[in-house]
């Protein structure tokens, strides 16, 4: 089970920091991935990390502005977001498999938590 947090109402230009804790012992060796969904939109895959945070990928859209970092042992997944944009406005979300393939692309058997909003204002 993982559970986001960390949005709120930002400028344009400003930063973010998004959590995403996991809990059980199965979060330390999960591939972990965080997605957005802006309104009238399909979810989007954002940033990636392996297990061990050796393998990251990201959208180009947010190359060079977000880093996404991990802590196993509090068990958490960071998402730093710099030189936010409006378009950057969605409510995001994470989730863990497996693998990197898994946390970077839509399943149909995904189960999401209630996410966390995130508004850039221009």
């Known amino acids: 089970h993982l559970a986001e947090s960390g949005g709120g109402l930002v400028q344009a230009g400003g930063s973010l920091k998004l959590s995403c804790a996991g809990s059980?012992?199965?979060?330390?060796?999960?591939?972990v991935g965080w997605f957005r969904q802006a309104p009238g939109k399909e979810r989007e895959f954002v940033a990636a990390?392996?297990?061990?945070?050796?393998?990251?990928q990201y959208r180009d859209s947010v190359k060079g502005r977000f880093t996404i970092s991990r802590d196993n042992v509090k068990t958490t997944v960071f998402l730093q977001m710099n030189n936010l944009k409006p378009e950057d406005t969605a409510v995001y979300y994470c989730?863990?498999?497996?693998?990197?393939?898994?946390?970077?692309?839509?399943?149909?058997?995904?189960?999401w938590g209630q996410g966390t909003q995130v508004t850039v204002s221009s």
């Open positions: 990390i392996n297990w061990n945070g050796e393998n990251t």
């Open positions: 059980g012992r199965n979060f330390r060796t999960y591939a």
């Open positions: 989730k863990g498999d497996d693998t990197m393939p898994l946390v970077t692309t839509l399943g149909s058997s995904d189960v």
